[in-house]
């Protein structure tokens, strides 16, 4: 009788199991849209099309759009062989290259910004060689492409490091067996097994770059990205000011985020 | 002789996995890899392979060291317990990307990836992806691509043990038909003793990083060089005993003397060994025909197995015998005699596990066996 009638309770309560999660997640979601909203709705106050087409304005998104690729790139070339030695191999200190790794991201990023500047500003003997040589490391495009790396790159490092992890060290086993070496098999199997991750990593490095402000702040408050104009009209003008470069910036990383998931074939952004 | 392994030793760290380990392969032949899970196989095959550099020891393949060598510049084919195609590509393609990176022409390379896929019986499947095969056609697929290339020696590591039952003794004759078809030199690595005895033609046994007993299927089931073959290659009785006399050997199980014709060591008298005796060796007798080498005792427990039935008789306090037996069984608490055939008593000293009784030839053996039906 009792256990009959546990029985029954138990499967009554079944129904509403995932209410008290549903109900928790359902908070920070609207948490999430409500800005996007409230800030959206604002759009129709401002002149988008007449913001953007003043020369700061357009200079701003060149910049963005010229550095925002550059440091991307610079972040997959070197960050992803990064990611793989990391995944595959084990070594005194691995930890210690882990937390290097990770520590860009922890850090404040205006922070970040002015460490870069010890390290790399015109009176450091790098930054002044650089600037001798017509080459200056801050306030120019080579300086925001170095906060941008800075800044974002550990992104593409750890996506790309949980792709590689992911696959299965007997596939790249069986790639040498058949006739291929570490170079080859990597070419063949590593990496496109471990695609839609490194892909995942690459678009969340780009969005992260393309909206890198603290640190470019710091290290190249001119010449203008789209944050930095951001910032400046802000000062100068309110919210109503940013709202077509703000615009413009989230269109460009929702254009640039649906091309990879549908030309990369990945399902989210995170589903490794 | 194609695979050659010479004093093979490997350490992870301080840990031994490997110890001094030799075997070689002949042209052709299958020769089986066994032992339990930890016993150093997987090292064994890595070390083959080239994906692990052996602290110690060479591997050589048909006369060539290449325990330096990369495992892309030596020819071993490997199949995995899981499964390693590539999903990215087709099945075909992964049958043709070990030929691709050897200078084969193209159009021979289509050719070859016809005639291994139709050796699988799998060539209407020639452009499905890896996900779309069950998992039977899975391994057909990687052994056909593993043997595409033709390679010195196939790996095969514990190729079916993540398949169910029914599978796996269907794709075990599919490797026996396959290999004989191919000729191809094999190494066949598996924890099931039942899978190695059925494919072998020679058994290579391993214990805790050792070679445990080399040799014919048969051979080491029915005179186990070691008390570990005896015991991991098919059922075993074991007990302990002490020596009494040397010329014939003579040991003592409780107030029981056991004397094997035949048999002399030098061993001291007194010794402790330990015997071991197959229950499909032993008979029952109803009690008091007692013969030279014959255990009188009491029947404990009875199971039946369908085909068969295992019957439990207690020899000694603590001693207990399992005999299988397809007649009808004794009851329980019944006393019967068991009857031990010499050749089917393996005694090892109890030190160094040094195999005692003589490794009988089949046709040493029959003198020595008893006449009697069987039953």
């Given amino acids: 009788m009792s256990l009959d009638r546990s029985t029954r309770l138990r499967t009554s309560s079944r129904a509403p199991e995932l209410l008290l999660p549903a ?37 701003a998104i060149r910049n963005s759009l010229l550095t925002a690729p550059i440091s991307t790139a610079i972040a997959t070339v070197l960050g992803v062989p990064l990611a793989y030695v990391l995944a595959r191999t084990s070594f005194p200190g691995k930890r210690l290259v882990e937390a290097l790794v990770i520590l860009p991201l922890i850090i404040p990023p205006v922070v970040g910004g002015a460490m870069l500047i010890t390290a790399v500003g015109r009176f450091t003997p790098i930054g002044s060689a650089a600037t001798a040589a017509g080459v ?25 490091r949980a792709g590689f992890g992911a696959v299965d060290e007997r596939l790249e086993q069986a790639s040498r067996s058949l006739g291929y070496g570490p170079l080859a098999t990597f070419w063949n199997v590593s990496l496109p097994l471990a695609r839609g991750a490194i892909l995942a990593g690459i678009v969340l490095t780009f969005a992260r770059a393309i909206g890198e402000f603290g640190a470019t702040m710091m290290v190249a408050y001119n010449p203008r990205t789209m944050p930095t104009r951001i910032w400046v009209d802000f000062i100068a003008g309110g919210i109503d000011a940013i709202v077509p470069l703000a615009l413009a910036l989230l ?3 929702l254009v640039v985020l649906s091309a990879v998931q549908r030309f990369g074939r990945v399902p989210t952004v995170i589903d490794e | ?20 380990v030799s075997f070689g392969i002949e042209s052709g032949e299958l020769v089986a890899l066994l032992g339990p899970s930890g016993c150093g196989k997987t090292t064994i095959v890595q ?34 317990q899981r499964s390693t195609l590539f999903p990215h590509m087709t099945v ?5 990307y070990g030929l691709a990176a050897r200078d084969i022409e193209p159009e021979r390379r289509e050719q070859l990836v016809d005639e291994y896929l139709e050796l699988v019986d799998l060539d209407d499947q020639r452009t499905a992806l890896p996900e779309a095969l069950s998992g039977g056609q899975r391994r057909r697929v990687e052994l056909a691509r593993a043997i595409a290339p033709q390679p010195d020696v196939l790996v095969l590591d514990e190729p079916l043990s993540a398949l169910d039952r029914a599978l796996r003794e269907r794709l075990r004759d599919e490797i026996a038909r396959i290999q004989r078809e191919t000729g191809v030199t094999t190494l066949f690595v ?21 070679v445990s007993g080399i ?121 019967v005699t068991v009857e031990l055939p010499s050749h089917a008593l393996s005694i090892f000293s109890g030190e160094e596990n040094e195999r005692l009784t003589e490794r009988a030839a089949p046709e040493a053996r029959s003198q020595f066996d008893d006449p009697r039906p069987q039953s």
Avoid: K, W
């Fill in chain 2, 1 to 20: 002789m194609t695979l050659e392994l010479d004093s093979l030793t490997h350490r992870y760290g301080d840990e031994l996995a490997v110890d001094d």
């Fill in chain 1, 251 to 253: 269109v460009i990383t």
């Fill in chain 2, 190 to 210: 598996t924890h099931d003793q039942e899978e190695a005895m059925a494919l072998a033609d020679r058994l290579v046994v391993m214990n805790d990083g050792d």
């Fill in chain 2, 92 to 96: 075909g393609e992964n049958v043709a």
């Fill in chain 1, 136 to 160: 200056p490391l801050t306030d120019s495009l080579i300086g925001v492409i170095l906060a941008q790396t800075f800044v974002a790159a550990p992104f593409v490092v750890i996506t790309a």
């Fill in chain 2, 215 to 335: 040799g014919a299927p048969r051979t080491l089931y029915e005179s186990p060089p070691t008390p570990f073959v005896a015991s991991f290659l098919g059922r075993s009785n074991t007990f302990s005993a002490t020596l009494t006399a040397r010329q014939p050997m003579t040991v003592a199980l409780g107030d029981h003397e056991i004397v094997i014709d035949g048999t002399e060591t030098d061993r001291p008298t007194g010794s402790d060994v330990t015997c071991h005796l197959r229950p499909d060796a032993l008979s029952i007798r109803p009690s008091g025909s007692d013969r030279a080498l014959s255990l009188p005792g009491e029947v404990t427990r009875i199971a039946d197995l369908g085909r068969r039935y295992d019957v439990t008789v207690r020899v000694e306090p603590g001693v207990e015998l399992v005999v299988e037996r397809t007649a009808a069984p004794p009851t329980i608490g019944e006393s």
């Fill in chain 1, 23 to 59: 109900l928790l997640g359902g908070l920070i979601l609207v948490y999430f849209a409500l800005p996007f909203v409230a800030f959206l709705s604002r759009t129709g106050t401002a002149n988008v099309v007449a913001g953007l087409s003043t020369p700061a304005a357009q200079g």
């Fill in chain 2, 47 to 80: 070390a083959i392979t080239g994906h692990v550099r052996p602290t110690s020891g060479r591997v050589r393949l048909r006369g060539t060291d290449v325990t330096d060598t990369p495992p892309e510049s030596r020819e071993v084919g490997i199949v995995f």
